[in-house]
């Protein structure tokens, strides 16, 4: 695992617990998702395994190394995109990452072809010698992962790094998380208060609530956990109901079949798959299909059932 | 315990690119250094003819109070630039700066080393100038070259202590209104509990008394001793090796404030 924790517990003076009894594991290469509401601990996590506070009570070990023990072993180990940014608003860009280059000991030649490889990576080219005040917030958002990624880390961490960006901002920048792992080999642990971007991004989430882990695994997995996928099948005309009905209580995993008007919808453990079967089972009925949809359970019915809450109606608490 | 241990080589590349990054963000706005001269310039020039005829005080001791003005006002501009470093500090923290600093190999102490070393260049900076503007004004230096460089490093002295001080404040306390206050509370009293404006031997006693506790007044004392024609290097070793004892301890004191701040992050 490069990334292991054991009943981390955390309590900020005077009586907020942050953290209580928190566990994972994650292991090499993969893209973790840690997703919970502001507040819930994910922060807290991140700042304990960054080496930058310590645990009340718990262990932890980052890329092999104690988090308490060997500190500065971990800090050799690891790039941290925190929420903040942390550069330099009256430096160029390329200043920021020759900065940090020079914070993890690379000599200046080494370090000047790996500044102008991330900015040609991170399509900063054009904006390098611009200050870093000058930015927008998604090209802000790429130094800031840019700088994270300056002396190699072995495990990143990614504190909500989509928060506050546009909707295009946020698509390239998923992108690029995602060939951290593909093509880099780098573990990452991200946080996010963001359903899609942990679907979208995460080999594996976990849900944090109040400090604790209630329920972790793949996206698919947690979601194939509910009942099923919704299939609605939009008719050509309305059908004979209970012959539609006959035809489709043959196909194997499907269920709940109701027919509404032209609309006919029905659960089935793999949505996909059993849409050819759905398909065959109406054109051996004569019945026209206009369109089908397949609905998976979301995150959100996933959180609703291990919380006890919808996600969206959490509050919002400090950054913790 | 967090461990810091890293060899010599890489604290001393440390120290020298976190203070490399200061320098130039100092250097992209040279314009600072110099309008903050404005306020010794006035102290100079205002309390200088102000106060002119002070020296025909019986027991004052000085031939004219422009030149015994200049330690005076290169020390006190010292004080009051330095006490605001803190507000670097909170500035870097809330940016995030810092922690990032904090989760990378850096060591501790280079971060805070860097940040009193900047602040020791550019008192000097700026006392070199004052130095200069008041030689060009009138003001003599019967002891040579000795008296001036002797000010000159007093001043970095005393802006380590405070920028340290300064920091240590902002470090712990985090806002703003500590800086302030530290300012407000220390840079008159110091100042004007020393012999910055006024020979010592026309102070009341008990403030003769302060004054000689003051590290400003140490700064004064070891300086004043230098500017004569017949240096004393007697009181000035003495005091001067207080300020450093001094500065030595404040610095250590604000890279013990990084723990402090760790335990609230």
């Given at each position: ?320 | ?18 203070t490399h990054?200061q320098l130039k963000a100092l250097l992209r706005q040279p314009a600072v250094l110099v309008i903050t001269l404005v306020q010794p310039m006035v102290w100079l020039f205002l309390f200088g003819n102000l106060f002119r ?9 000085a031939?004219s109070y422009l030149d015994y003005l200049v330690p005076g006002v290169v020390v006190m501009n010292a004080v009051s630039s330095s006490m605001w470093a803190?507000m670097g ?25 860097a940040n009193v070393i900047v602040q020791a260049l550019s008192v000097a900076f700026q006392s070199v100038l004052i130095v200069l503007l008041a030689w060009a004004a009138g003001a003599h230096y019967p002891g040579g070259v000795a008296g001036p460089v002797a000010l000159v490093v007093a001043s970095m002295l005393l802006g380590t202590v405070f920028s340290a001080?300064s ?16 300012s407000?509370?220390?840079l008159l009293?110091l100042t004007?509990?020393s012999t910055a404006f ?17 590290p400003v007044n140490w700064a004064l004392?070891a300086v004043r001793g230098t500017l004569t ?7 000035a070793?003495?005091?001067g090796?207080?300020l450093?004892?001094?500065a ?18």
């Amino acid at each position: 695992m490069h990334v292991e924790a054991h009943d981390l517990v955390k309590t900020y003076p005077p009586a907020t617990r942050a953290l209580d009894g928190l566990s994972l594991a994650i292991a090499p290469g993969e893209v973790f998702g840690l997703l919970g509401p502001n507040g819930a601990g994910k922060t807290t996590t991140i700042k304990i395994l960054t080496t930058l506070t310590r645990p009340d009570s718990g262990t932890a070990s980052v890329a092999g190394h104690d988090v308490l023990r060997a500190s500065q072993r971990v800090r050799r180990s690891i790039g941290v995109v925190g929420q903040k940014s942390g550069t330099d608003p009256t430096a160029t860009g390329r200043d920021n990452l020759m900065l940090q280059g020079h914070l993890y000991g690379m000599g200046t030649a080494a370090l000047k072809g790996r500044v102008a490889e991330l900015l040609d990576r991170f399509d900063l080219g054009e904006v390098a010698d611009r200050a870093v005040r000058t930015y927008s917030g998604g090209t802000q958002r790429r130094l800031d992962i840019a700088l994270g990624l300056v002396q190699r880390p072995v495990v990143l961490f990614l504190d909500e790094p989509t928060t506050g960006l546009d909707p295009e901002a946020r698509a390239a920048l998923w992108r690029e998380i995602t060939r951290l792992s593909t093509e880099d080999g780098i573990t990452v642990l991200l946080t996010t208060h963001y359903l899609d971007e942990a679907d979208r991004l995460a080999d594996r989430l976990a849900i944090v609530d109040s400090g604790r882990i209630v329920v972790g695994g793949t996206p698919d997995s947690l979601k194939g956990e509910l009942r099923g996928d919704a299939v609605h099948v939009e008719l050509g005309e309305r059908p004979d109901s209970s012959a539609v009905r006959t035809a489709l209580g043959g196909v194997p995993g499907v269920r709940e079949v109701s027919v509404d008007g032209r609309r006919l919808s029905a659960r089935a453990d793999d949505g996909a798959a059993a849409v050819p079967g759905v398909l065959a089972a109406l054109d051996r009925t004569g019945t026209a299909v206009a369109a089908v949809t397949v609905a998976r359970p979301s995150l959100d019915d996933v959180y609703l059932r291990h919380v006890g809450r919808r996600f969206a109606e959490t509050a919002n608490g400090g950054t913790r | 315990m967090m461990s810091n241990t890293v060899g010599m080589g890489p604290w001393v590349g440390a120290t020298w690119w976190m203070t490399h990054r200061q320098l130039k963000a100092l250097l992209r706005q040279p314009a600072v250094l110099v309008i903050t001269l404005v306020q010794p310039m006035v102290w100079l020039f205002l309390f200088g003819n102000l106060f002119r005829r002070v020296v025909e005080l019986p027991g004052f001791g000085a031939a004219s109070y422009l030149d015994y003005l200049v330690p005076g006002v290169v020390v006190m501009n010292a004080v009051s630039s330095s006490m605001w470093a803190g507000m670097g500090s909170i500035d870097e923290i809330e940016r995030g700066t810092l922690n990032r600093f904090l989760v990378s190999p850096v060591s501790r102490a280079a971060i805070m080393n860097a940040n009193v070393i900047v602040q020791a260049l550019s008192v000097a900076f700026q006392s070199v100038l004052i130095v200069l503007l008041a030689w060009a004004a009138g003001a003599h230096y019967p002891g040579g070259v000795a008296g001036p460089v002797a000010l000159v490093v007093a001043s970095m002295l005393l802006g380590t202590v405070f920028s340290a001080l300064s920091n240590v404040f902002g470090m712990t306390l985090r806002q703003r209104e500590s800086i302030i206050g530290l300012s407000i509370f220390l840079l008159l009293p110091l100042t004007f509990l020393s012999t910055a404006f006024m020979a010592k031997s026309l102070m009341p006693g008990w403030m003769q008394a302060i004054a000689s506790a003051n590290p400003v007044n140490w700064a004064l004392e070891a300086v004043r001793g230098t500017l004569t024609a017949s240096v004393d290097w007697h009181t000035a070793l003495v005091n001067g090796g207080g300020l450093l004892a001094l500065a030595a301890l404040t610095v250590w004191l604000s890279t013990r404030s990084f723990r402090a701040y760790q335990r609230t992050v």
